[in-house]
């Protein structure tokens, strides 16, 4: 069951602080050139409906560039990585493994899984309890990658994050499989990447950041591994879209990563407009 908070679904994230976005982009990306914009004239260019979806691999800095990137356009940030997290929470609070595969799916079935939209990002609750913090654990982040592999459980958070994107109709999406599977009409496609060692002295920094002891050499071995789970997995595997626009986000600040991508969702909305029927493919 996939419930939601009433908080409405362009509710201005204007009004919400920047700093502990900024103070994350910064621990991922260094320190920033200038501060994050928000954009508060957000509204007259929109859509009705805008469905922007951001996939990519681990460590692309993705979740943090959707967030902002909402954030930035006013519209709600929805970060799919975080429900396959809660699953395979679910499965070790109950001793199980993707080897158990229809009974972990049964089980997050019968847990209330929902975000509560008036927090930045919105805070994914289980049962009522907040999993945000205990969904990065070691624990959890080992087993998630087969845990979402299990074919049954994709088709359940796909059915979610439609279910999600009815109401919440102007959406960053972000995740592996958003482009190419959960909304393969969506209105702008953007798939990020950057080589595995980038991304690992990018973690290894993040965790040094916060006074974390970091191996960037395990780290560097375990981003190879799950890239390699994520893509060779039968059902929902990390594939960039045919139509989706690619980003090399390697020698990029967060800022500019931002920038790039709002630049281009501004340009398919114009090109939409214009009726060339070019979202999908705006430069
Ligand atoms: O983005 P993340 O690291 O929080 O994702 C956690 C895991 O969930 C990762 O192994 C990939 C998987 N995932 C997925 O299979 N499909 C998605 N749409 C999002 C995440």
Do not use: N
Not at 1 to 6: C, F, G, K, Q
Not at 96 to 108: F, I
Not at 207 to 226: M, N, Q, S, T, V
């Amino acid at each position: 069951m996939m419930t939601e908070t009433s908080s409405p679904p362009d509710a201005p994230s204007s009004s919400r602080t920047d700093a502990p976005m900024r103070s994350a982009a910064t621990a991922l990306f260094g320190t920033l050139a200038r501060p994050v914009r928000v954009d508060l004239d957000a509204g007259a260019w929109m859509p009705e409906r805008l469905i922007i979806t951001i996939d990519g691999p681990a460590g692309t800095g993705k979740s943090t560039v959707a967030r902002l990137l909402a954030k930035r356009l006013g519209v709600d940030f929805l970060d799919t990585g975080a429900m396959y997290r809660a699953a395979a929470l679910i499965a070790v609070d109950r001793g199980l493994s993707a080897a158990d595969g229809q009974r972990v799916v049964d089980r997050v079935r019968g847990v209330d899984m929902r975000f509560d939209w008036t927090t930045d990002p919105p805070d994914l609750l289980c049962d009522g309890q907040s999993v945000m913090k205990r969904i990065r654990d070691d624990d959890v982040t080992r087993i998630v990658s087969p845990i979402a592999g299990i074919a049954e459980l994709r088709r359940v958070m796909v059915d979610r994050q439609r279910d999600i994107a009815a109401v919440h109709s102007r959406l960053v999406t972000e995740g592996r499989d958003q482009g190419s599977v959960a909304f393969p009409d969506a209105d702008v496609k953007l798939f990020m990447f950057a080589s595995a060692e980038v991304r690992a002295r990018r973690r290894t920094e993040e965790l040094k950041a916060r006074g974390i002891p970091a191996d960037e050499a395990r780290i560097l071995a375990e981003i190879i591994e799950r890239d390699r789970s994520d893509t060779t997995r039968a059902v929902g595997p990390l594939v960039c879209p045919a139509d989706a626009q690619r980003v090399d986000t390697s020698a990029l600040s967060i800022e500019h990563v931002v920038d790039e991508l709002e630049r281009r969702v501004r340009a398919a909305v114009a090109a939409d407009r214009l009726g060339s029927g070019g979202a999908a493919g705006a430069p």
